[in-house]
């Protein structure tokens, strides 16, 4: 791991929350690690976890940023769990990631 310089708590978070969503969308939301996650933002898991909380938490959170960015392949990952979040989401965004599944983008 390289050196880095220290960072403002709440930039680090949203730099840690780019790279859940980015192992996310490569893993699966569902298989993502706190290891995965961790390497993705050159740092260690215990950061991870003091900045964005426990795997549930962490979850809820990527899930909320995937139906803001509406994030088709984590929102399918999430309605297919029945995930509160994702099944809260707009009409729109369940509508892109329902094509997602059928080979839509």
Not at 38 to 56: I, N, P
């Amino acid at each position: 791991m390289s050196k880095r310089k220290r960072m403002d708590p709440a930039a680090r978070a949203a730099e840690i929350l780019g790279a859940a969503m980015a192992v996310a969308a490569r893993v699966g939301w569902t298989q993502m690690t706190r290891a995965e996650i961790a390497a993705e933002a050159e740092c260690s898991e215990g950061l991870v976890t003091a900045r964005l909380g426990e795997m549930s938490a962490l979850r809820r959170q990527v899930m909320r940023r995937a139906v803001a960015d509406g994030n088709a392949r984590v929102v399918l990952q999430g309605l297919a769990v029945c995930d509160p979040v994702a099944l809260r989401a707009p009409t729109a965004v369940k509508r892109r990631a329902m094509a997602y599944a059928r080979g839509g983008r």
